[in-house]
């Protein structure tokens, strides 16, 4: 059974910073970061192709988020800097186990067959 643990949630203030870790049993396809805020549907954050070579971003988060995986370590992190108020979700690591979802775009939570169980991170102003 694969199996995603988390870790690196919290509470910041505003303009700090946080990183986030995900620790996976095994090597996978493409990795990525989604949220979810209270009442609102889980959106894409990040996602790191299978060799690393090609990181993704939602618009919201480019420039302040770094999403990055060490395929020896088999792990994927998020270094979320300037966090703002609006970060504040629950955020969720995913990975694509078999790679057969690739016809699905990286973005989309379709693409991911195994989550982890999320982190919370909460920005106060």
């Known amino acids: 059974q694969v199996q995603l643990v988390e870790s690196g949630g919290g509470m910041v203030q505003s303009g700090g910073s946080l990183r986030l870790s995900c620790a996976a049993s095994?090597?996978?396809?493409?990795m990525g970061w989604f949220r979810q805020a209270p009442g609102k549907e889980r959106n894409f954050v990040a996602a790191?192709?299978?060799?690393?070579?090609?990181?993704y971003y939602a618009d919201s988060v480019k420039g302040r988020f770094t999403i990055s995986r060490d395929n020896a370590e088999n792990t994927v992190d998020l270094q979320m800097n300037s966090l703002k108020p609006e970060d504040t979700a629950v955020y969720y690591c995913?990975?694509?186990?078999?790679?057969?979802?690739?016809?699905?775009?990286?973005?989309?939570?379709?693409?991911?067959?195994?989550w982890g169980q999320g982190t919370q991170v909460t920005v106060s102003s």
């Open positions: 095994g090597r996978y396809y493409a």
């Open positions: 790191i192709s299978r060799s690393g070579a090609t990181p």
């Open positions: 995913a990975v694509d186990q078999n790679g057969v979802r690739t016809w699905s775009p990286i973005q989309s939570p379709v693409r991911y067959d195994t």
